[in-house]
């Protein structure tokens, strides 16, 4: 199974979904993918002009009565969306080793924290 991230990106957060396939692909291949989907998409949906023609909605879509890129590849291009089974992502640059740095983190960094404190450098005498 090999893996293809697709989404977009901008100053702000913005999503981006991981697909997989049982094809491996070059990004030349997937773009071209990607404009094929696009190319067929395009004549189906009603656009106002405004956030509707920009590629975080034709690729993610933001309005569930269209049909967005992601969907396509899915339903057409053989691709299959990843269901991860669990996560973890520490929040900013918190200390892996001071549990009062950054204090609004989770219990699961704490949880982390506790495991490897056995493990924090001592400062020289």
Known sequence: MYFYNI???SYEECPDVTLCHEKQYTRDEIEEIIIK??????PLRK???????????ILMGHDPK????????CEKYGFMSIKYTAQFSAFG????FDKED?????????????GVMDLKPQPPR
């Open 66 to 73: 269209q049909k967005n890129v992601i969907e396509l590849l």
């Open 102 to 114: 950054w204090r609004t983190d989770s219990e699961s960094l704490n949880k982390i924290r506790d």
């Open 47 to 57: 656009f106002d002009y405004s956030y509707q023609s920009n590629f975080g909605d």
């Open 7 to 9: 989404g977009y990106n």
């Open 37 to 42: 989907a696009i190319r067929e998409l395009i």
């Open 93 to 96: 640059w918190a200390s892996i």
